[in-house]
């Protein structure tokens, strides 16, 4: 992995893919690892579009997380809580699932010189954590993922907790429940076709009507 500048957001360095990374042996079982868990793909070694676009939204507004506790759900490589985190957030909690995205996001915080948290497990299954902003940057990229995303978000929303989404605009996106607050070209470099730059936006999850 090469620790560059992410692209449309020159303040952050992540340990990134690169033709030579041999992500691919990632996919495959562990030798004698017979009846563990699936292999996850390593999205974690990418900087997403809705994890980009809420990073460089929260920089380019700092007011949004200065001096408050937020949960970078779904972190992956960190872009998104490390981009909180230089903006002014108090304090920083990363909830991500994946073994080898815990250790990236460690490395890609040290990296920038930033403190966060991390909460190795699903956090979307019970309470909602002690914050005050949740941070939501491409949690729709599946149905079943934004079906089982959403009762957590909606806890948050009950809560008091403010609830941000970042996404390119993917078919599982709530959009009833969305309200647009800001849009960028950014490159969605982890799939959906190349690190063209594409508009994606940052919306504010509101609560069900009634």
Excluded at 172 to 177: A, K, M, Q, T
Aim: proline share 9%; with cysteine.
């Amino acid at each position: 992995m090469r620790l560059a500048p992410v692209s449309a957001l020159p303040e952050i360095r992540l340990y990134q893919a690169h033709p030579g990374s041999g992500l691919r042996r990632l996919l495959e079982p562990d030798d004698g690892d017979e009846g563990g868990a699936e292999p996850q793909p390593p999205y974690w070694a990418y900087a997403w579009a809705g994890g980009a676009v809420l990073a460089r939204y929260v920089l380019d507004r700092p007011s949004i997380v200065a001096g408050k506790r937020v949960l970078d759900l779904g972190a992956g490589s960190g872009l998104v809580g490390i981009a909180a985190a230089k903006a002014g957030a108090r304090a920083v909690l990363a909830a991500e699932i994946d073994r080898n995205g815990v250790v990236a996001l460690r490395l890609n915080a040290e990296a920038n010189g930033i403190a966060i948290a991390i909460r190795d497990e699903d956090v979307t299954g019970g309470p909602p954590p002690a914050v005050d902003l949740v941070l939501a940057g491409d949690v729709f990229y599946a149905q079943d993922v934004g079906q089982r995303i959403m009762p957590f978000l909606d806890r948050c929303l009950a809560a008091g907790i403010d609830v941000l989404v970042g996404d390119p605009g993917r078919a599982w996106l709530p959009r009833p429940r969305l309200c647009l607050l800001g849009q960028y070209q950014v490159p969605d470099v982890g799939g959906n076709g190349g690190g063209e730059p594409k508009p994606s936006a940052v919306f504010a999850l509101v609560a069900e009507p009634g």
